[in-house]
DNA sequence: ACGAGCCTACGACGTTTGTAGTAGATCTGA
DNA sequence: TCAGATCTACTACAAACGTCGTAGGCTCGT
């Protein structure tokens, strides 16, 4: 089912996936000041995340709830993805070609990416034909 | 740039760009029926679209109005992607390895990836080294 | 014990989205 | 020619979102 964040609550997700658990003070500082909500604003969309069972209160500290994720990151992550997959008709391949069509994916992307799986599904057994392990590093796109 | 399209304006928008041209009620019948708005609901989302600038009204037949996108699908869906890789902190990569950590993304996939990729970038005659800024030119589909 | 402060619980409000009804203009076939 | 079919242009409205303000309850240092 995997619950729909917005992406206010998506950003606010994010502070308390990397606090692990925390209250709504904390989870408010924790965001990007460029892009920081007023107090009641965090807290309105703590109690929209409680609702929608993204998060639960722990426990209380002095007179403050403790709040902590329900879903994980890539539990909500892969939501965003399967949303995206579907417009894409449900294949990632379509996806994929516009990555590389635009730059943002690159062959080097790929080939490690490539090589990476290999390593893994070989799962320790010796076999690094594949082998090309490069560190590059991406550049951004203008 | 890159307009912001929901959910259903891209599912309008998707029909408008496989008709290239038609008008609301061509729309509403091209709407996979299962989930077709009433014809005035259609007609409200070409309204916000030709606001937002996603399509125009190109002439009239009848007493109807034609309508014909002003974007393309491919930057529609650039857009999405954008907004995705976004959360995935810009680059690609975290997104291929969920992608490939849920299976939606086989090896087989990524090879036939790279190989399409190499193909075409040798195809251009360019260099052969990193596929990053190609401008190609493909078919329109019909 | 008390007051400055922090927290919670709610309520509020403007926007955006999804959805559709209605009135009246326009077209078209018989 | 004219009545029914079709369209357009509006209007409406509820739910979801983003954003806060306020009232009043708890805490803690002094």
Known sequence: ??????????????????????????????????????????????????????????????????????????AAHNRLIDDLLHVFGGSPRMLMAQLVETGQLTLEDIRSLESAIAKLASDGSSNPRTAATQTNQRRRRK
Chains 1, 2 share one sequence.
Request: proline fraction near 4%; avoid cysteine.
């Open 1 to 74: 089912m995997a619950i729909k964040l917005t992406k206010l609550e998506l950003e606010i997700m994010e502070a308390v996936w990397a606090l692990r658990s925390a209250s709504v003070r904390e989870i408010q500082e924790q965001l990007p000041e460029r892009k920081r909500p007023a107090y009641t604003t965090v807290q309105t969309i703590i109690y929209r995340l409680e609702e929608k069972g993204a998060v639960r209160r722990v426990k209380k500290i002095g007179n403050a709830h403790i709040f902590e994720p329900l879903v994980t990151r890539k």
